[in-house]
């Protein structure tokens, strides 16, 4: 086994730099992808766990959850997004799990992320 340890502003040749070492670099950037949509994923079933929007609690027709969204990660990221709803789909019952909604929120601050959560509490109330 081998390690790479870059310090800022450092350059490797590209002569240095093996197809075993870029592989490497990429699992670490998968891993940490799936580490942080998977932190994600928990802090939202923890507020939909406060909220009550974790179980169905009655035969009748589960309310969807609108989860507004604000950040370029999730949006541009495939794999980020992907391992978030993986993560989601995992924590929440099956019965539960189409009623949530991810919805983006695309004006750069989370002002757009609670207007849309927002407009669409008082849309179903």
Request: aromatic share 8%; with cysteine.
């Amino acid at each position: 086994m081998f390690s790479l340890v870059f310090h800022e502003g450092e350059k490797v040749p590209e002569n240095e730099i093996t197809l075993e070492k870029k592989k490497l670099v990429v699992k670490a950037c998968d891993i940490i992808t799936r580490r942080g949509a998977r932190l994600a994923a928990a802090g939202i079933f923890a507020i939909l766990t406060k909220l009550g929007r974790d179980t169905i609690t009655n035969m009748k027709e589960q309310k969807k959850t609108v989860i507004a969204i604000d950040g370029s990660l999730y949006f541009k990221y495939a794999k980020f997004r992907g391992y978030l709803v993986e993560a989601l789909r995992e924590l929440l019952p099956d019965d539960v799990f189409p009623s949530v909604d991810l919805q983006q929120a695309r004006d750069g601050s989370g002002i757009g992320a609670a207007i849309i959560a927002a407009s669409y509490s008082n849309e179903n109330n």
